[in-house]
């Protein structure tokens, strides 16, 4: 089994910016081999993936948050992180991260960005 605790949520003004923390804990291999995702999920619509990491340095971005949104991950610290700048009203939503190890795929509890206007 894999923990992840997301950190790091709260409520922020328009063009502002907050950095969420995903720390991974159990039974992980190396952890700088496991995909990290990142996704968001806004009341009544779908779950919606945000950014993505694969290996150190390999990410993708939703469109919605490109040039704005940076994941990034600590393979020491088994911590993967997005730092998200000039925060827009629209990207208030419950932020988890996700981790995929073989077969099996892992979330966390998520964590509240609220982006007030």
């Known amino acids: 089994q894999v923990q992840l605790v997301e950190s790091g949520g709260g409520l922020v003004q328009v063009g502002g910016s907050l950095r969420l923390s995903c720390a991974a804990s159990g039974s992980i291999f190396i952890f700088s081999t496991i995909p990290m995702y990142w996704y968001r999920q806004a009341p009544g619509k779908q779950r919606e993936l945000v950014a993505h990491i694969i290996g150190t340095e390999n990410t993708n971005y939703a469109d919605s948050v490109k040039g704005r949104f940076t994941m990034s991950r600590d393979n020491v610290k088994n911590t993967v992180y997005l730092q998200m700048n000039s925060l827009k009203p629209e990207d208030t939503a419950v932020y988890s991260c996700?981790?995929?190890?073989?077969?099996?795929?892992?979330w966390g509890q998520g964590t509240q960005v609220t982006v007030s206007s």
């Open positions: 996700s981790a995929q190890q073989g077969i099996a795929t892992y």
